[in-house]
């Protein structure tokens, strides 16, 4: 990744929103922040443009702090060189801003491609320490680690009360079929309205939720 034209986490951020997926980078962070904010606008404005309903307020803080924080995954995940040490201390920084929907959809904007790097890493070999790093990063944020099974059963409290956050994780649900984030009474009741009489759409999902075996709704 060139940092020519911007910061190094400046052009990060822009490679995502442009091409979707995060980048895996060598260079470490440059401590700038040369064009962040409006490459973090620009990727909130596609986000909602996206999105079926009315998205929270935008933090930048907590913004800022996720781009950081998968920007050092990412150069964890290809600088094998960098000890388990290393690795913690990557997400050790606690995330600033108000606890809320708003710091839940700010720092979702990058952390949605948390599952992704992920697998990518777990190909590598599920006893590498980044495994475990990222594991502790979606244990954490539960709305954006849909689809790794090790995360689920965290608590959703965050963006629960927010209806287009929970409809956003639903869909993700539905999607992955990760049955590791039924038995919390909204969800279930989100996904029994969606499903219907329709249970050949998300059968293993459907067993789950419409039989009543996920919890009670």
Avoid at 26 to 52: H, I, K, S
Avoid at 73 to 97: F, M, N
Avoid at 193 to 204: E, I, K, Q, S
Wanted: proline share 6%; net charge negative; with cysteine.
């Amino acid at each position: 990744m060139q940092s020519n034209d911007g910061s190094t986490l400046s052009v990060f951020v822009r490679s995502l929103r442009e091409t979707g997926a995060v980048a895996l980078v060598l260079e470490p962070l440059d401590g700038r922040l040369d064009g962040v904010e409006a490459e973090l606008r620009a990727l909130d404005g596609r986000a909602r443009q996206a999105l079926g309903g009315e998205a929270p307020e935008f933090q930048m803080e907590s913004a800022i702090w996720a781009a950081r924080l998968m920007y050092r995954l990412c150069q964890c995940a290809v600088c094998r060189d960098l000890g388990e040490v290393t690795i913690r201390a990557a997400c050790d920084p606690p995330c600033p801003g108000p606890v809320g929907p708003a710091r839940a959809w700010s720092v979702d904007l990058l952390l949605r491609h948390l599952p992704a790097l992920w697998r990518w890493v777990r190909r590598q070999s599920q006893l590498d320490p980044l495994v475990v790093a990222l594991e502790r990063v979606g244990k954490a944020w539960p709305m954006s680690s849909v689809g790794m099974p090790a995360c689920g059963g965290g608590s959703i409290g965050e963006f629960e009360a927010d209806p287009t956050l929970l409809r956003l994780y639903v869909d993700r649900i539905e999607a992955e079929g990760d049955l590791t984030r039924l038995g919390v009474t909204a969800v279930d009741r989100m996904i029994r309205n969606d499903l219907g009489v329709h249970r050949a759409l998300a059968p293993r999902l459907a067993d789950r939720v419409l039989d009543g075996a996920a919890g009670v709704v």
